[in-house]
């Protein structure tokens, strides 16, 4: 059952609330403001950056997985007969819905090309060139490229390379003999993430059914009264001093590299990384220092082992399984989003794994292990209970999922899907009490993501 929290505590028994509290009711106010300045900043900043940058050529990692999971497809078929050419229409279709950037159009007809055994025409080129000028050169380097008369210079080839990433090796190995050594490489890379992501989809669907029985069996339970959703009884104005934390948290999160930027035009990214950890012991600390009673504060935050690391932490991993049916109605929701604005979501950080060891290391230990930690902190462990202490946990869980899926980068096609896995990790919060079984969700959604993306 889902209980609620009691109300404001300020009067009883005829006695006056504590001098700390006095002010929890402006403080609440401010910190309400701050949170709605807050994300209407991220979005604003968003709807910025898209309307004055120029859009950067860049690889599509969504695209390009893929790709190369189509070539990897073919060259399997091939070993057994011809290439269905049936297939191809429909993979360029679900393609284009997936990546519908103009960008992706050019990738799109040298993944055709490659599927056809037919280079790209030059009015196919051209008509790609006349509709985003921006891959002018790109389409222009291609010519080159298949022209036997011209060479490529390396400048040329290393900016293609740059910009598209493994399509431009695609391309480049159409022009080259069926017995080369860079073709068979582009094949056995293929081959390779084809392997991965049959492997991947075979284990999703394992761990769909056991998600839709375990959903099943905790619906049950929860019926019959034997499992219930609750959190540790703090009054109104302890939420208060919560949101006031996290209102703390956000405004020295998203402000102040603002203004460390407008001071330091050229701050290393250390310090990017020290300024969030300022925010987080900021943010996790200012409701001890406001006045809150140091165990109805570790209560509320869930900064306990619960009923023990290992068993809060098995918990997270099954409840995390059993909250796949609503990750997967988010990415419904999300597809739909998609379908009708034509931009699909994506993380700035999945840049990070087509890049150096080094890169790819920082990547995974933000995502797996920073990520998990400071976001549940903040998200279910100040926001959601001090929002649930002015309004049912319902209420809390919705709200604080929309707050953390719209500071996201993924932009609005992203926010269903992480709208479900929020809510995922508030449930566990209230099943638990202890932050440890949603950090260890979080931490082991991400950590597929990262597998998936270091293994293609």
Request: some cysteine.
């Amino acid at each position: 059952m889902i209980e609620t929290f009691p109300e404001s505590s300020e009067q009883q028994d005829g006695q006056e609330a504590p001098l700390v509290l006095r002010y929890a009711k402006l403080g609440l106010v401010l910190a309400c403001a701050a949170i709605v300045g807050c994300v209407g900043f991220v979005l604003w900043s968003q709807a910025e950056l898209e309307d004055h940058q120029e859009p950067a050529i860049r690889p599509n990692r969504v695209f390009e997985m893929a790709a190369r999971y189509a070539v990897g497809l073919k060259a399997f078929m091939e070993l057994a007969g011809p290439w269905n050419a049936a297939l191809t229409e429909p993979i360029l279709r679900d393609l284009a819905k997936v990546s519908p950037k103009k960008q992706d159009a050019l990738r799109q007809l040298i993944l055709k090309g490659w599927l056809t055994n037919e280079w790209p025409s030059e009015s196919a080129l051209a008509a790609v060139a006349e509709s985003e000028t921006a891959l002018k050169e790109d389409v222009m380097t291609l010519g080159q490229m298949k022209s036997a008369s011209i060479s490529i210079t390396d400048d040329r080839w290393l900016k293609l390379k740059k910009r598209h990433g493994w399509m431009a090796e695609l391309a480049r190995v159409q022009t080259l003999p069926a017995d080369d050594v860079a073709r068979q490489v582009v094949m056995q890379q293929a081959m390779q993430t084809t392997m991965v992501m049959l492997a991947f989809g075979f284990l999703g669907i394992l761990a769909a059914v056991c998600g839709l029985v375990l959903f099943a069996l905790a619906f049950l339970r929860w019926r019959d009264g034997r499992l219930k959703f609750t959190l540790s009884s703090i009054t109104r104005p302890e939420g208060g001093l919560l949101l006031e934390g996290f209102a703390v948290y956000m405004v020295l999160f998203l402000i102040l590299p603002k203004v460390s930027r407008f001071v330091f035009a050229d701050m290393p990214r250390t310090f990017h990384y020290l300024i969030a950890l300022l925010a987080l012991i900021a943010g996790f600390l200012w409701p001890l220092w406001r006045g809150m009673k140091r165990e109805s504060w570790r209560l509320a935050l869930g900064l306990h082992a619960g009923k023990g690391m290992l068993r809060e932490m098995t918990a997270g991993i099954l409840g995390w399984l059993a909250c796949l049916p609503l990750l997967f109605l988010g990415m419904i929701a999300a597809s739909w989003i998609v379908k009708l604005t034509g931009v699909s979501p994506e993380h700035p950080i999945t840049d990070a794994f087509s890049g150096s060891l080094g890169g790819k290391i920082s990547a995974v230990l933000l995502a797996v292990v920073w990520a998990p930690i400071s976001e549940e902190m903040m998200f279910r462990g100040l926001l959601f209970p001090g929002l649930s202490a002015w309004l049912r946990s319902v209420f809390g869980a919705f709200g604080g999922a929309f707050i953390f899926a719209v500071i996201h980068p993924q932009g609005w096609a992203g926010v269903p899907a992480i709208m479900a896995l929020a809510i995922a990790f508030s449930l566990l919060r209230m099943w638990r009490q202890s932050l440890i079984a949603p950090m260890t969700a979080h931490a082991l959604n991400n950590g597929i993501l990262c597998l998936l993306l270091l293994s293609v």
